[in-house]
Each structure stands twice: as C-alpha cells, then as structure tokens.
DNA sequence: TTTTATTTTCAATATATTTTGAAAATACAG
DNA sequence: CTGTATTTTCAAAATATATTGAAAATAAAA
C-alpha cells in the first residue's frame, strides 16, 4: 500500500464513519482529505479528489469552516481560497463535541426540564415512575456535560491521562 | 402539560436526537415509549401507541433487545411477548456505548493501525506528517477507549462523580 | 393433527438526505 | 466602470434509509 492508497482509505473509512454518526460524508471526507495534505487544498483541488462537485465542496468545507476545525488560507498572488485543517486531534474533537452538545443535547436537557417540572407534582405511580426516569437522565447527563465542559476548556490532552490515573 | 403529554414529548425528543446520531427514529421512540411505561408492553400496544407498523416495531424491539437495553417479559396466561425498558441509565448508556464502540471504532482503529504500519517506512515529508497525524488520532482514541472501558466494567454511576473530582 | 394466535421476513413503497450543476451573486483586476 | 475569476445558492435529481403490510414461518391451543 503507497501513500496515496493509505490516504484513499483513510478518507474512505472516515466518511464511513462519519455516516455512522450522523455527519454528512462529503464533510467528514473533505476533513480527512485536509488531514492527511500538507498543504492547502482550493476547493477545485477538493472537488477534483473526493469528485464531488462544487456545491457539495463548497457547503462541506463552510461546515467545517464554521465549525472551526478547518481554516481558510490565503496565498499569495492566487485569486482562490485555500484551506487547512486544524491537525491537533484534542482542538477538533473538542470542538466538535462542544457543538454537538450545544446544538443537539443542551435543547435536549431543556425539554426534560420542562418535562421534570410538569410531572413533579403528578402523585400517580405512573407519574412518579416517569419523573425518577426522567431525573435519572438528566443527572446522568449533567454529570458527563460537566466532564465534558472541563476538557473542552482545559485544552490539554494530558488531561485525559489524568482522568484514567483517576479511575485505577 | 399533563403526563400523556409530558410522555409524548419525551418520546418525540428522544426519536429527533436519535435521529441525530444515527439511531434510528423508530428504535429510539419505542425505548422512550418503554421508559416512560411502568408496565411491561406488547407489540401490539407498541404499534398503537407509537402508531407504527408491526414490520417496524418488531425490527425495533429486536434490535434494543440485541442491545441489552429492554427485556422481554413474560405474562402468565398471556401468549403475547412483552417488553420492559432497563431504566438505570448508566446500565444503559454503557450497553450503547460498548456496543458503538465496538461495532463501529474498533474496526475503524483496526484500519488506522494498518494504515500507519504501511506509511512507518516512508520518509518523504508528506509522509511523515501523515504519519503523525494518523498516530495522533490512535493514541487521543487509545485514550479514551481505556476511559471507556473502565467505566463499562465498573457498572457504577458514582464513578462519574470521581471522574469529575479528579478533574479539579 | 388441525386450527388459531403470534412473530418474523422482506419486497415494495415512502420518506429523508445528499448531491449535482447551472444560474446568480460576489470579488477582484485591469 | 467592464470583464473575468471565484464563490454561493438552491431547485431538481439521485441516492440512501426507513417503513409498511401481507405472506410465510413459528408456536401454542384445541
């Protein structure tokens, strides 16, 4: 296996896995395209290698862009954007964790607050049956949001290593 | 809001996030359904109240079966099966993720492992930095799979709290 | 065994998501 | 300003995923 097939499968097992978890396959593909270059890919150059076409390219790489885990480049005396990946695993998986949980859990947790509070003053069984369940998610999720707000903040990948000390 | 409504919503909820991180629809409402019941379901009742096919909702209560996370639940002088929610979260939330873990990072790791013993050798600058790139995402994963797993095994909530304190 | 209830399967259908590509908008150079 | 390169938008087409429902299989009762 040369480089270039090592990088193909490496685009090609992302992807995959990106579907898996509900990102979109051109964005996770157009990630992993930019962390296995060196140097700044155009979107023409993006196009050309993933061939996908240029809408598909331009709204994966504004994905990226804006989830700050790739950045736009600018070259000298060239009229075309180019763009870098942020190559510090610890920097874009927290970043994005910390928008996965802004977007997707946070409004989550506030349904189920609403939902804690209407039932809270329900005597029945059933309505105290839901309530423990109810709370035992949110806590058990708070707990994780806390963890997860530490390590997003901290910024430290050494951290993770403190934390499995912590559970020997 | 009464507690139909309050189960409703939760439902609904549980089957958008679902939706968001590739579970699908259907699977997740039918655990929320079952959560949020105190006594056991059948199918049938199932089907009525999520208002979906008896195709689906087999499929569905076959596949949380698989995962751990609901039991069938006999009913003497009942020839229907019967289906009850695990409600601690932590035994849960573990089943899923040990489950995802292995049937969708491992593989993926197995493929990084044999991408990085091909691309060792090749000393040329892109190389090298595909190489490190490559080994950062395998040890930040080795990492937290370690996390991963301690928690798995240790089946205790109070460990998160821990977790949480080492982190101070 | 035969009948009836229940579960399972899976091809067909419906729905949701992704991708394309060309037109419109924007940005830059002369 | 005018012309050209580049980026953005978005309706239409393609693809992928989820759901249905009825037939086949299985299991229990008569």
Redesign the interface.
């Known amino acids: 296996?040369d480089?270039q097939?090592?990088?193909q499968?490496?685009i090609d097992?992302?992807g995959a896995?990106g579907?898996?978890?509900?990102i979109n396959k051109s964005v996770a593909q157009v990630q992993a395209l930019l962390?296995?270059s060196?140097n700044p890919l155009s979107t023409d150059e993006i196009m050309d290698m993933l061939k996908i076409s240029r809408g598909n390219a331009n709204m994966s790489l504004r994905q990226l862009v804006d989830y700050g885990i790739i950045y736009k480049k600018v070259i000298a005396g060239d009229r075309k954007e180019y763009f870098v990946a942020e190559?510090?695993?610890?920097k874009w998986?927290m970043k994005i964790a910390s928008m996965r949980k802004q977007r997707?859990?946070d409004p989550?947790m506030g349904?189920?607050a609403?939902?804690r509070k209407?039932?809270e003053a329900?005597r029945?069984?059933?309505?105290k049956?839901?309530y423990?369940?109810?709370s035992?998610?949110q806590s058990?999720v708070d707990?994780?949001s806390?963890?997860a707000d530490?390590?997003i903040q901290?910024n430290r990948?050494e951290?993770?290593?403190?934390?499995?000390?912590?559970?020997i």
């Open positions: 296996m480089l097939a090592s990088k499968q490496f097992t992302w896995l579907t898996e978890w509900g962390l296995a060196t190559k510090d695993i610890f998986a997707e859990i989550v349904v189920l609403d939902i209407a039932t329900d029945s069984d059933d309505g049956d839901f423990e369940v109810v035992g998610i058990f707990q994780l806390k963890i530490k390590l901290s990948s951290l993770l290593l403190k934390l499995l000390k912590a559970l």
